[in-house]
């Protein structure tokens, strides 16, 4: 007769915390590739998109550079402050997440303009060159554009703080107000001085 066991065959193989640390180190060297990939592609990329947009032209190159600048700097920050404003809803996750993932990709021409300015790689300096004789005006109007954008953002968060707070206020005033009313129908309110 044969012996049957109840007891389960091992498993072969390797164990759960070893196949996590492979996954993540075969994570980790993918990034740092795409990133060697990226950072000798993107600033040659966005350099030619914006000098095909200038076409050579001073004014266009202000004029885009300016847009560039006011655009994906006050739109992204008006985004991450209304994520940090919903960040304790009830089931406000999902809408936070999204609006910093979208927050963040409308900042991606500012953040490519910055890896040509400030890049060492030879991809950033072809970057800097394409941009002086193609785009001429694009990098100092892009960094008025977002300093321009900055403002606009502390402006509208100064409003919108102080449109609470007003509100705020008259609430209370209200609440105050509806104490202060008379219990029966036949009385009135004394008069305030």
């Not at 915390?17 to 990034?31: D, E, F, N, Q």
Request: overall charge positive; glycine content about 8%.
């Amino acid at each position: 007769m044969s012996d049957t066991s109840t007891t389960a065959p091992a498993k072969s193989g390797l164990p759960p915390w070893a196949r996590k640390a492979i996954w993540a180190a075969v994570i980790v060297v993918a990034l740092i590739v795409l990133y060697f990939i990226l950072a000798a592609f993107l600033p040659r990329w966005w350099s030619q998109s914006v000098g095909s947009l200038s076409s050579g032209s001073f004014s266009r190159g202000i004029m885009w550079g300016l847009l560039y600048g006011v655009v994906c700097t006050a739109v992204p920050l008006l985004l991450f402050y209304s994520a940090w404003r919903s960040r304790h809803r009830k089931r406000a996750r999902v809408w936070v997440i999204s609006l910093l993932v979208l927050g963040f990709v409308v900042a991606i021409p500012n953040l490519l303009t910055l890896s040509v300015v400030l890049g060492n790689s030879s991809a950033a300096h072809a970057g800097e060159r394409t941009f002086d004789v193609d785009a001429p005006g694009f990098r100092g109007a892009s960094l008025w554009g977002a300093i321009i954008g900055a403002l606009l953002f502390a402006v509208a968060v100064f409003l919108d703080v102080r449109y609470r707070k007003r509100g705020n206020e008259l609430e209370k005033l209200r609440g105050d107000l509806h104490q202060r009313e008379p219990q029966s129908p036949g009385e009135s309110p004394a008069p305030e001085m």
